[in-house]
C-alpha cells in the first residue's frame, strides 16, 4: 500500500486587500527556490494574491 504524505498548509495574507488562504507549503518553498535564484536577499515566503496582484505573505 502507497502511503501519501498531507500537505502541511501555510495560512497567507495580501498586504493590501486583507485577503487570506491556505497555501500548501511545497508551493511556497518552490516560489522561494525562484527568488532567491533571482538574487533576493529575504528568506520569506510570498505568493501573488489572486483578487489584487499584490504580494501576500505568512500571516
Given at each position: 500500500?502507497?502511503?501519501?504524505?498531507?500537505?502541511?498548509?501555510?495560512r497567507m495574507k495580501?498586504?493590501?486587500?486583507?485577503?487570506?488562504?491556505?497555501?500548501?507549503?511545497?508551493?511556497l518553498e518552490e516560489f522561494l527556490e525562484i527568488e532567491l535564484h533571482n538574487g533576493s536577499k529575504e528568506r520569506r515566503y510570498s505568493c501573488q494574491c489572486p483578487e489584487c496582484n499584490k504580494n501576500m505573505f505568512r500571516k
Open positions: 500500500m502507497l502511503f501519501i504524505e498531507d500537505d502541511v498548509m501555510v495580501c498586504e493590501s486587500c486583507g485577503y487570506e488562504e491556505d497555501v500548501p507549503d511545497w508551493i
